[in-house]
Each structure stands twice: as structure tokens, then as C-alpha cells.
């Protein structure tokens, strides 16, 4: 059976966690060396965040509808998934500054929990 899918023929939880690892990743790379004043002359670098911030939040919302259970193991799990409603509805008001410090302080918590995740609900699939 592949990782994307469950014997129940529903996505496995452990397929929205390496996507949200995944997500990480990228964003640690993409700001990796940079400042805050470059995040926010570069255009190019905040949609691309932005981008990985959407994609982060989806896949929490996606995994807790299909395991609600799972809500208590990841710190602010509905800040994070209102945050990415911001990123896609409100995207005229976002605030650059909010997006850095969730970058600098967020990310690193969130990470952990997914590990661990990944490392309660069996081998890590990737």
C-alpha cells in the first residue's frame, strides 16, 4: 500500500505530515542566511514562504479533519491553519513582520512535533 493512500481508501495522516516536514524544509532553505530587511525587499522570496505557510496549513487542516485526535499534538494547530486563511483571503493585509517571526520562532516547534508524530505513528514513511 502507498503512503498517499490507507487500506479505508482515504489519504494516510502520515502523508500530510511529510508534506507539512516537507513544507519546513523548504522554508528553513528559502531563509536560510537571510534577514529580515532582504525577506522584505525580495518579492520573489516572500511568496514563496508564503507559499510554503499555505501549503503547511492545508495539510494540518486536511489531517485533522481526517484525525481530530491529532489536534492536541501540534502547538497552535488552529493559528496555524487560520494564519493560512490570512495568507489566501487576506493577502492584501499581510504583514510582513508576522510572517518573519513565525518563520524564526514557529517553524522550529512545529517541526519538532511532526517528527515526533511521525515517530509515534510508525516508520517514517519517506
Known amino acids: 500500500m502507498r503512503l498517499r493512500e490507507r487500506a479505508s481508501g482515504g489519504r494516510d ?17 528559502a531563509v ?3 534577514t529580515f530587511d532582504h525577506y522584505q525587499a525580495d518579492a520573489i522570496l516572500r511568496s514563496a ?4 505557510f499555505i501549503t503547511i496549513g492545508e495539510a494540518l487542516s486536511q489531517l485533522l479533519r481526517l484525525e ?3 489536534a492536541n499534538s ?7 491553519i487560520a494564519f493560512r486563511n490570512i495568507l489566501v483571503h487576506g493577502y492584501a493585509d499581510i504583514a510582513h513582520d ?3 517571526s513565525a518563520l524564526q520562532t514557529d517553524m522550529l516547534v512545529l517541526e519538532d512535533e511532526v517528527d515526533e508524530l511521525l515517530r509515534t505513528m510508525g516508520k517514517d514513511p519517506v
Do not use: K
Request: glycine share 6%; charged share 25%.
Open 74 to 80: 501540534i502547538s497552535n494547530a488552529r493559528r496555524i
Open 68 to 70: 481530530p485526535s491529532l
Open 32 to 34: 536560510e542566511g537571510c
Open 13 to 29: 495522516p502520515r502523508a500530510y505530515l511529510v508534506d507539512i516536514r516537507g513544507a519546513i524544509r523548504l522554508l528553513e532553505s
Open 98 to 100: 508576522i510572517v518573519w
Open 49 to 52: 514562504v508564503e507559499r510554503q
